[in-house]
Every structure is written in structure tokens, then in C-alpha cells.
């Protein structure tokens, strides 16, 4: 991190979600920094996923927020909101009296400017089409991040079943996983089940349920930068619509990611990458209290037939 230099001005850009909103911002972070290369970077975010911004590059700094504020920074420069359509971000950032602000404008917010929110956009080009109102070219395929280094499991090549999700509307169910990853270990490979500290239950349940060995659960067991680094040296990875899943294309890992309610089209990964999307067509609720009907429309047979056809892996 970088010490703080008062001759500098300074660009603070708010994105207090998690990792996965984090690696869909990398485009518009990159861009923002190649449009402000004198200015310190500074990125109010979750300080847990610090640890992933050495291989995102450009920010400077960490100002540790969750949520849209409060902001605890005063007088940037310029203040960027990535966070959302407002208006709780938006009237955060004015509190940082910033020198300009770029956003999406909000009819609660006399006076805002920006370009209108549009709900059916896709996450990565949501926050480049900002830019690009504002002047500010950004490409959303600018998203792979840096080589996170050796993995923590000597040998790499492991099939990671990540069985979590923010909510319980996007995570399938837990037997389903352990039938996939009992299956996969039948063949021959390696299946470890991440997680965190919060899921370190979940990932026991669906290793236990597959019959896997206790030493393959590693929720709870990896930091941010090990979770990059186990992925990038994967064989495949096995998720639904969660931050891991995002990690897999940043480091262009193959993935099977199984979504539902919310589209691939609004969040899922760029075409032509060796990852395949699975989506039943139905919408729902992405913050409810149970899998969504279009997740349980997907099946143990779906995600096995996905998984031979991945482009560029070695797992039948």
C-alpha cells in the first residue's frame, strides 16, 4: 500500500460489495487508472478482498467500506461511484465534497448527472458504459488478473467444487454437488471443495456426502490470495453464480457455473472463453431464501454433460 502523498490528487472510487462485484469492476478500475495516472488511487471496498488488488494492479489504496457509506474520506478529486444506481452511493460520495463525480444519475438526487441506470445491462459493461459517458474509453474483456502464483496444493490439477453462494436463491443443492464430485473422484480426479469460513459446514456436508476424504475440504482453510492461486492452477472449476465463479475467468480457469435466478447475460462470463454457463431460463427473486426454481431445474446429468464439454480440459 502506498504511503499517502498530499501533493498527489487523489481518485476514490466506491465498490463496497464483495468479490465477485469486485472482479466484474477490474475493466472499469483499469480504465479509471489509465485515465488518472498522477492520482493515488484510492478504492473503498470490503478489506478482506485486499489481498486480491496486488493482481488487479493500479489502486494505491484500501479505505474499508461495506455497503454504499458511509465514505469516510474527504475532498477527492474526483469520486467515482461503482458501487450501484444510488441513491444511498451517490449522496456518499457528495459527502466527500469531491471535485467531480462521476455517476448514474437518480431522480432522489436533485442535480445528479450521469448517464440513466439500465437494469438489463451486464456488470462489466454497466460500469465501461459509465466511463465511456464520462470520456473515459474501457474495454469490460479487460478483466484477467495476474498470475496469483504456486498453488497452495503442490500437485494443481484439482476439480474445485465451490458449493456456497451469497444467498440461498443462487446455491444448489448440497446433494447435488456431492453426486458430481462423486462421480468426478470415481474417474480418477482430485476433488477438493473450497469455501469460507462461513461454509466450512456446507463444504464438510458435500464432502462427506461424496464420499471424499476429510483433508479434500479446504473452506474456511485458504485466504483470498490462496482461493486465486487454487483456481488458477485448477483443472476445473465447478460453482454457481458466486465470486469464485468470477475467479475462474479472471485467471481463465474452465468452469461449469450454474446459474440461476439472475441470467448469464447480466453476469456471467464473456463468450468464447473455456467456460460454460448453465441457465434454464427462469427468473427469480436473487436475494431468496431457497434455491431458485430454474437452479433445481438443472441436474446432476446437465452438469456432467457440461463438464465433458468444456473447452481445454482434461476431466471425462
Given at each position: ?9 487523489v ?22 487508472r489509465?485515465?488518472?495516472?498522477g ?76 448517464p440513466?441506470w439500465?437494469?438489463?445491462?451486464h456488470?462489466r ?56 464430485a ?63 465463479a ?7 480457469t474452465?468452469?461449469v457455473?450454474l446459474?440461476g ?36 431445474e ?19
Amino acid at each position: 500500500m502506498a504511503l499517502e502523498d498530499p501533493r498527489r490528487p487523489v481518485l476514490l472510487a466506491l465498490r463496497g460489495l464483495g468479490l465477485g462485484d469486485l472482479l466484474t469492476s477490474v475493466p472499469a478500475l483499469r480504465a479509471l487508472r489509465r485515465a488518472y495516472p498522477g492520482h493515488r488511487f484510492v478504492l473503498a471496498t470490503p478489506a478482506y478482498l485486499g489481498g486480491l488488488l496486488p493482481l488487479i494492479g493500479g489502486v494505491d489504496e484500501v479505505l474499508d467500506v461495506s455497503g454504499p457509506g458511509p465514505v469516510p474520506y474527504e475532498s477527492p478529486e474526483v469520486a467515482v461511484n461503482l458501487h450501484g444506481s444510488g441513491p444511498e452511493s451517490i449522496q456518499a460520495l457528495r459527502r466527500t465534497r469531491p471535485g467531480r463525480l462521476l455517476t448514474h444519475t437518480h431522480h432522489l438526487v436533485p442535480g445528479s448527472e450521469g448517464p440513466a441506470w439500465e437494469p438489463e445491462t451486464h456488470e462489466r459493461r454497466r460500469w465501461c458504459s459509465l466511463l465511456e459517458w464520462y470520456g473515459i474509453p474501457a474495454d469490460p474483456l479487460d478483466l484477467a488478473i495476474a498470475d496469483p502464483g504456486h498453488s497452495p496444493l503442490a500437485a494443481g490439477g484439482e476439480v474445485v467444487i465451490h458449493p456456497g453462494a451469497a444467498f440461498p436463491s443462487r446455491q444448489w443443492p448440497p446433494d447435488r454437488f456431492a453426486h458430481v464430485a462423486a462421480e468426478l473422484a470415481r474417474r480418477g480426479h482430485r476433488v477438493v471443495v473450497t469455501g469460507g469460513v462461513t461454509e466450512v459446514a456446507l463444504a464438510r456436508h458435500v464432502a462427506q456426502l461424496a464420499g471424499l476424504p476429510e483433508e479434500s475440504v479446504l473452506a474456511g482453510r485458504t485466504n483470498l490470495a490462496e482461493l486465486a492461486a487454487l483456481t488458477a492452477h485448477a483443472a476445473l472449476v465447478i460453482c454457481g453464480d458466486t465470486g469464485v465463479a468470477h475467479l475462474a475467468v479472471a485467471v481463465g480457469t474452465p468452469a461449469v457455473i450454474l446459474y440461476g435466478p439472475v441470467p448469464p447475460a447480466l453476469w456471467g462470463p464473456p463468450q468464447g472463453g473455456p467456460h460454460i454457463a448453465l441457465w434454464t431460463g427462469r427468473r427469480g427473486d436473487p436475494h431468496g431464501d431457497r434455491p431458485s426454481e430454474g437452479l433445481l431445474e438443472i441436474g446432476v446429468t446437465e452438469v456432467l454433460d457440461a463438464v465433458a464439454r468444456v473447452r481445454g480440459v482434461g476431466v471425462r
